[in-house]
């Protein structure tokens, strides 16, 4: 079993830049696939980046691409959203997730860190 932790959440303004992270517990993290989704009030929690287990390929949500990017360290167990030229849109509590599969469906998710951006 894998147990996600998210930190790096908090209040920005429009324009800021936050980096979260995502400390996975276990040895086997480098053999899961990794992302970050979102969800804002009254909507769907929605994929922002995956990456595979070598950081070697990646996606993005097509709205967020050139601003948002996604990493891993397998060293520290962590995966990385930096998160540039924030928008009072991307308001969202940010959930990491773990798959067995790139581009899978996820098997085991974070408690969500909040992430507000002011305009």
Do not use: H
């Amino acid at each position: 079993q894998v147990q996600l932790v998210e930190s790096g959440g908090g209040f920005v303004q429009a324009g800021g830049s936050l980096r979260l992270s995502c400390a996975a517990s276990g040895r086997t993290f480098s053999s899961y696939a990794m992302g970050w989704c979102r969800q804002a009030p009254g909507k769907e929690r929605d994929l922002v980046a995956s990456i595979n287990w070598s950081g070697a390929s990646t996606d993005y949500a097509d709205s967020l691409k050139g601003r948002f990017l996604i990493s891993r360290d397998n060293a520290k167990n962590t995966v990385y959203l930096q998160m540039n030229s924030l928008k009072p849109e991307d308001t969202a509590v940010y959930y990491c997730a773990a798959s067995r599969r790139f581009r899978g469906s996820y098997d085991y998710w974070g408690q969500g860190t909040q992430v507000t951006v002011s305009s």
